[in-house]
């Protein structure tokens, strides 16, 4: 087991992210987040925290998406649906996707097609805690990422928020 | 998460687990159908036949929209109008739907029974529309949904099923279902329409007084009188039963206690229930048909991968 991240720098990451984001989008009038279901909604919990004390005065849309009905491994093994919650709309909007790790892709894929029933987004981005390089099946990258690592296929990195820790098995 | 089973057949041979699965899933398949587009492409890969053998407006169109709504390809098939006039059998009549790769199959039959018989010899998941006067899985399970969306849960819940529980193959699967979840269940109706021995078979309360179990209970489910399976004649008129076991406002204000009241449809207004119950405030009949669609969505998820794909 190998330390990716401890609580420290757990910390100074999502404050990085969150000013990262309001780097980009300076108004922050149009911009939308939303955390995958279901690791990723710590994330964004924890960045639309951040961005709520970074700019108290601002309302910045956020939800909650699932993408199990979305998913291409169906056939493979059924997964529990989780909640989604996204009680505004995205047209024309800036939407950040937020999840924990980006791995092959395929979460992100299916994001992207569940993200479109709610409507058409302006353009979406994608921010992750953890981005595992070289192992990628689909053409996808992060727009703004924690962490670059390399690990090998039959490695595992887990982002443990209870002990506020991220480590590779 | 898998349920236990390949088919649903009945309420009977599920677990609690299974049930709370199903309930769980289509709380999620319910958002879905609040988003703009109200489709999600889990079954692009599935083709499910309805087969009808006995007429149906709300199951029937419940069904046909939760398969589209998962992206299914769906076939629709009523026995009326095609060859089981000319005498083909049921299982020659599926077989041969099947031979065309059709992986689902949603049937309702007049014969009790039908369901797992064909069970029995086809490769397909069959799903329970509806057989005689044996069980209604899924009405079972949407009116478990609707009643735990309204009250919150199930367990220790009072729950009074009022009319032709003789007929009704969704009195059948409310009481396993309701006695599995740990609800209260009662009965309530002629003793000509209540069957003899279902107090000893199912531990549940027997009522022959309407306004005694109407003060008795929090959820009033109200059954259709099943005219069409009744072959004798076991109440004098339909006035007559409408007195002694409609459920009319004034019965209700007389027990002054709010109850919800459930129907699963088709409404005979004036028979077991008064128009005025049934359009009011405390009845959840649209919520149960618009419930209906979110929680077949879940079966058909939920069973869909039961077959074997290559």
């Not at chain 2, 299974?18 to 703009?36: G, M």
């Not at chain 2, 419940?62 to 083909?88: H, M, P, Q, W, Y």
């Not at chain 2, 998941?125 to 949407?142: K, M, S």
């Not at chain 2, 969306?149 to 529980?165: A, R």
Request: hydrophobic share 40%; proline share 4%; charged share 25%.
């Amino acid at each position: 087991m190998k330390t990716i991240l401890d609580k420290y720098q757990l910390q100074i990451t999502i404050e990085r992210l969150a000013y990262q984001l309001i780097e980009n989008y300076s108004d922050l009038s149009s911009l939308v987040i939303i955390g995958i279901q279901p690791r990723g909604i710590y994330l964004s919990d924890k960045i639309f925290e951040q961005l709520k004390k970074i700019v108290p005065d601002k309302v910045i849309p956020y939800g909650k998406m699932d993408i199990t009905f979305y998913r291409d491994d169906i056939r493979k093994e059924l997964h529990s649906p989780n909640q989604t919650n996204i009680s505004f709309s995205i047209e024309d909007k800036n939407v950040v996707l937020i999840d924990d790790v980006l791995y092959t892709g395929r979460t992100i894929r299916a994001a992207l097609d569940a993200l479109l029933a709610f409507g058409r987004p302006k353009k979406v981005e994608l921010c992750v805690l953890i981005n595992r390089r070289y192992s990628r099946q689909l053409p996808i990258q992060p727009d703004y990422c924690g962490k670059a690592i390399d690990s090998l296929i039959s490695q595992k990195v887990k982002v443990e928020w209870d002990k506020e820790h991220v480590v590779l098995y | 998460m898998q349920l236990s089973t390949k088919h649903l057949l009945g309420i009977k041979d599920l677990h609690l687990r299974d049930i709370e699965l199903i309930l769980s899933t289509a709380t999620q398949f319910k958002e879905v159908l609040q988003r703009p587009i109200k489709k999600v492409p889990s079954l692009r890969d599935t083709t499910i036949v309805n087969l009808f053998y006995e007429n149906s407006t709300r199951t029937r169109i419940s069904f046909e929209l939760a398969e589209k709504r998962l992206s299914a390809d769906t076939l629709n098939f009523s026995a009326s109008g095609s060859s089981v006039s000319k005498g083909e059998t049921l299982l020659d009549t599926v077989n041969n739907i099947l031979s065309m790769k059709v992986d689902m199959v949603v049937m309702r039959h007049s014969a009790s029974g039908a369901p797992h018989f064909l069970s029995k010899h086809i490769p397909a998941a069959i799903i329970n529309a509806g057989d005689g006067i044996n069980e209604h899985p899924t009405q079972a399970l949407l009116d478990a949904f609707s009643i735990k969306e309204k009250c919150g849960s199930l367990k220790g819940k009072k729950i009074v099923l009022v009319g032709d529980i003789m007929h009704s193959r969704v009195a059948l699967s409310n009481i396993y279902l309701l006695k599995k979840a740990g609800a209260e269940v009662m009965v309530a109706g002629p003793p000509t329409l209540i069957p003899k021995y279902i107090r000893e078979a199912f531990d549940i309360r027997v009522e022959y007084n309407l306004k005694k179990a109407l003060l008795w209970c929090d959820v009033a489910n109200v059954l259709r009188i099943q005219l069409e399976r009744q072959n004798q004649v076991l109440f004098s008129s339909l006035r007559e039963y409408n007195l002694a076991y409609g459920v009319s406002r004034k019965l209700l204000e007389s027990i002054n206690k709010e109850i919800v009241i459930l129907h699963p449809g088709p409404v005979n207004r004036g028979v077991e229930i008064d128009s005025d119950v049934a359009d009011s405030k405390q009845s959840i009949i649209l919520q149960q048909v618009e419930n209906g669609v979110a929680v077949r969505m879940a079966v058909l998820y939920l069973l869909s991968n039961k077959q074997n794909f290559n």
